[in-house]
């Protein structure tokens, strides 16, 4: 079965980078066909896809948030990450990495912007 989890700070300052992680077993992030991605879910607020990259290694982004938008991925641990760059209190949320395919998703993970 697979399984996701997202590491990464609680709390982030604003101007800075958040950096997301998301361990992934029970299945590989290169098996072809698969797709792995970033949501995101802002305190009242409805979900909001942010970026996926595929088995292949290409990545597609929200074009809203494409240019502080880093999707990368170490294919030796199984993970995938997230970069959001110049973050604002408006970036607050929780964040989830998921693969939509099957509904594997992980617990998700508060990241709070504030100074």
Request: glycine letters at 12%; one cysteine or more.
């Amino acid at each position: 079965q697979v399984q996701l989890q997202e590491s990464g700070p609680g709390l982030v300052k604003p101007s800075q980078t958040l950096s997301l992680t998301c361990t992934v077993s029970g299945g590989s992030i290169t098996t072809n066909g698969y797709y792995w991605t970033w949501i995101r879910q802002p305190p009242g607020k409805g979900l909001e896809w942010m970026g996926t990259i595929a088995y292949s290694g290409s990545t597609y982004h929200n074009p809203s948030l494409k240019s502080r938008t880093s999707i990368s991925r170490d294919t030796s641990k199984n993970q995938f990450t997230l970069q959001l760059s110049s973050v604002t209190p408006e970036d607050t949320a929780v964040y989830y990495c998921a693969r939509l395919s099957g509904g594997y998703w992980g617990q998700g993970t508060q990241v709070t912007v504030s100074s």
